[in-house]
């Protein structure tokens, strides 16, 4: 089985940063060395909604909303992702959910992202 930990959420003020990280554990690992990890977020009343993506390549996939504040990487060596945020702002507010797609989805417990204005 895939488990996903993320952690770096919390309250930030406007136009502030903060960075997630996301761990994925699993012995899935030493048969698959192609996938796709992201974080999508939702944000009270809202549907869940892609934020960025990256392969295991590095070809990476971002939402109009956040391009060029959001940057997403990821270490192939340590099945990590990362997503470094900046220029936050209110509308970003939301639980951001690390996600492990190997043609089956898996995902994290999601940590709490609040942007203050």
């Known amino acids: 089985q895939v488990r996903l930990v993320e952690s770096g959420g919390g309250l930030v003020q406007s136009g502030g940063s903060l960075g997630l990280s996301c761990a994925a554990f699993?012995?899935?690992?030493?048969?698959?060395?192609?996938?796709?990890m992201g974080w999508y977020r939702q944000a009270p009343g809202k549907q869940r909604e892609m934020v960025a993506v990256?392969?295991?390549?590095?070809?990476?996939n971002y939402a109009d909303s956040v391009k060029g504040r959001f940057t997403i990487s990821i270490d192939n060596a340590k099945n990590m992702v990362y997503l470094q945020m900046n220029s936050l702002k209110p509308e970003d507010t939301a639980v951001y959910y690390c996600n492990l797609n190997l043609g089956t989805d898996y995902w994290g417990r999601g940590t709490l992202v609040t942007v203050s204005s």
């Open positions: 990256i392969t295991s390549g590095g070809t990476t």
């Open positions: 699993g012995s899935i690992f030493t048969t698959f060395s192609i996938y796709n």
